[in-house]
């Protein structure tokens, strides 16, 4: 029992520590080689276990809010296959982020400019290969979102619904993650 007690308060002390250290380090800051201080972007995913829960509709509207804040604000559908934001959006993109991973597109490229400023980085709605993308591939997107993180403030990433390991990846990414639920 005292092992159990011991335990708990472990536990409580970690999940403070780690909740402290979370918000310390919403936007932290590396120094380069020049010895300039660079800023990142602070990245929050946004998250569900089942399709329907309206995370999309979350992620949008706290998107649009913060550009309307004036802080320099981009977004990723990360829905890769299944993405709808373009369309919640009322956008056409010409390019989505299979370009970016096809290495035919940088993520510059293919952002398209949303409300208030904001800055889509489209997904692909439809095509199969972004269904299940290979380690070499989700290497390739990190890489590519490191830019992104340098010219902008915040990024929200709508990620698919469910624990696929794209999912994951970007949670794991994430310097903060919503979790949005139904009653269901």
Same mark, same amino acid.
């Given at each position: 029992?005292?092992?159990?007690?011991? =335990? #708990?308060?472990?536990?409580?002390?970690?999940?403070?520590?780690?909740?402290?250290?979370?918000?310390?380090?919403?936007?932290?800051?590396?120094?380069?080689?020049?010895?300039?201080?660079?800023?990142? *972007?602070?990245?929050?995913?946004?998250?569900? #276990?089942?399709?329907?829960?309206?995370?999309?509709?979350?992620?949008?509207?706290l998107?649009?809010?913060?550009?309307?804040?004036?802080?320099?604000?981009?977004?990723l559908?990360?829905?890769?296959?299944?993405?709808?934001?373009? /369309?919640?959006?009322?956008?056409?993109?010409?390019?989505? /982020?299979?370009?970016?991973?096809?290495?035919?597109?940088?993520?510059?490229?293919?952002?398209?400019?949303?409300?208030?400023? =904001?800055?889509? /980085?489209?997904?692909?709605?439809?095509?199969?290969?972004?269904?299940?993308?290979?380690?070499?591939?989700?290497?390739?997107?990190?890489?590519?979102?490191?830019? =992104?993180?340098?010219?902008?403030?915040?990024?929200?990433?709508?990620?698919? *619904?469910?624990?696929?390991?794209q999912?994951?990846?970007?949670?794991?990414?994430?310097?903060?993650?919503?979790?949005?639920?139904?009653?269901?």
């Amino acid at each position: 029992m005292e092992q159990r007690r011991r =335990l #708990g308060r472990s536990l409580e002390d970690i999940s403070t520590v780690a909740v402290s250290s979370i918000e310390e380090q919403a936007i932290p800051e590396v120094k380069p080689r020049s010895q300039k201080k660079v800023k990142y *972007a602070r990245v929050i995913c946004v998250t569900s #276990g089942k399709g329907g829960t309206g995370k999309s509709v979350v992620a949008s509207n706290l998107s649009v809010y913060f550009a309307s804040q004036g802080m320099r604000t981009a977004m990723l559908d990360a829905d890769f296959g299944l993405a709808n934001l373009h /369309i919640m959006f009322g956008i056409a993109p010409k390019y989505n /982020i299979l370009h970016v991973l096809d290495e035919k597109k940088k993520i510059e490229d293919i952002a398209v400019k949303g409300p208030m400023g =904001l800055k889509l /980085i489209p997904g692909g709605s439809g095509i199969s290969e972004l269904a299940n993308l290979n380690d070499y591939q989700l290497d390739l997107l990190t890489e590519q979102l490191e830019t =992104l993180e340098r010219e902008t403030d915040v990024i929200f990433v709508d990620t698919s *619904a469910g624990i696929s390991q794209q999912t994951m990846v970007f949670l794991y990414a994430a310097q903060e993650i919503m979790v949005v639920t139904t009653p269901d």
